[in-house]
């Protein structure tokens, strides 16, 4: 099978399911996929959307209803949650339009606002609007990285191989790096 086969076969369940979990690696290459003809922008965002927003709902939700007896068995996330608390009392709008464009903290982030009582109304639309403004931004940055790449190698078809491979080995690492820093 070659690489646009795999692309254009798995690519958007690829999105969907990197985004739920993290995936800003993962919307980067879609856009870059995109880029090259093998997957179509729109598309990408709608399943990075789709993909990130039912994360948020989940981790909030999880949150909301078994965050605090989860903070309680863990004291070392006591001291780091403080910070979000804080910036949720002062900012909350901004903090659940903005989370998402902050590297790391997509999954935390809802599942402590979940924990601080936040209304699960606003969250869902904040959310919605932040997540999809975050879902087109990441795209498109992949997808312009694209013509970037075009215009400092000329034709790109003969590194692509090598230009996916070096993505997803990136985000491979950063991936294994934060999982083992967690446990």
Do not use: D
């Amino acid at each position: 099978m070659s690489l646009q086969e795999l692309v254009s076969n798995y690519g958007y369940l690829a999105i969907g399911v990197g985004t739920f979990l993290e995936g800003e690696t993962i919307l980067v290459l879609g856009g870059l996929a995109a880029h090259r003809g093998f997957l179509q922008l729109p598309w990408v965002v709608a399943c990075a959307f789709l993909g990130a927003f039912s994360g948020h709902q989940l981790y909030f939700h999880i949150g909301r209803h078994k965050g605090e007896k989860l903070l309680a068995r863990r004291p070392a996330w006591q001291a780091k949650s403080a910070k979000v608390f804080a910036m949720a009392e002062k900012h909350q709008i901004w903090l659940i339009l903005g989370f998402s464009f902050i590297y790391g903290v997509r999954t935390v982030t809802p599942f402590l606002l979940g924990v601080a009582g936040v209304s699960p109304m606003r969250f869902f639309l904040l959310s919605m609007i932040g997540t999809l403004a975050w879902a087109a931004v990441v795209a498109s940055v992949g997808y312009f990285f694209g013509y970037a790449l075009e215009s400092m190698l000329g034709n790109v078809k003969q590194y692509e191989l090598l230009i996916f491979g070096v993505f997803a080995g990136i985000g491979i690492i950063i991936w294994l790096i934060r999982h083992l820093r967690h446990r």
